[in-house]
């Protein structure tokens, strides 16, 4: 499973809407993460920062993500994105298994 950050700027628009309607939008994220086979793990509102929100997510493949990103993107709320790739400590354990066992199969070119 991997995890990734998508963090949204709405648009002045969704941003009125969300205002005078109320409305919960962690529903909507978690509808369409889970309609393009992912999990929702937090929701977060952002002050402060380029971007109005922080969605994590979880998902088995990257095509399913990009998907999720497609509908939100396309939907017409929102004006910008960015994604993240988090990684947990364990992933970082597993990492150096890995870079130990073959940290000898890459040297760099001599210096000149």
């Known amino acids: 499973?991997?995890?990734?950050?998508?963090?949204?700027?709405?648009?002045?628009?969704?941003?009125?809407?969300i205002a005078e309607s109320g409305s919960n939008r962690e529903d909507g994220?978690?509808?369409?993460?889970?309609?393009?086979g992912g999990k929702l793990i937090a929701f977060y509102g952002m002050m402060g920062q380029d971007y109005h929100a922080a969605i994590i997510v979880e998902y088995d493949q990257l095509p399913n993500y990009i998907a999720t990103v497609f509908t939100a993107v396309l939907g017409g709320a929102i004006a910008d994105?960015?994604?993240?790739?988090?990684?947990?400590?364990?992933?970082?354990?597993n990492a150096a298994k890995v870079y130990q066992a073959n940290k000898g199969a890459y040297s760099p070119p001599p210096a000149s």
């Open 29 to 36: 994220a978690r509808a369409a993460v889970e309609a393009c």
């Open 81 to 93: 994105f960015k994604t993240i790739s988090l990684y947990t400590a364990n992933d970082t354990v």
């Open 1 to 17: 499973m991997a995890l990734y950050m998508l963090q949204i700027k709405y648009t002045p628009e969704a941003i009125r809407n």
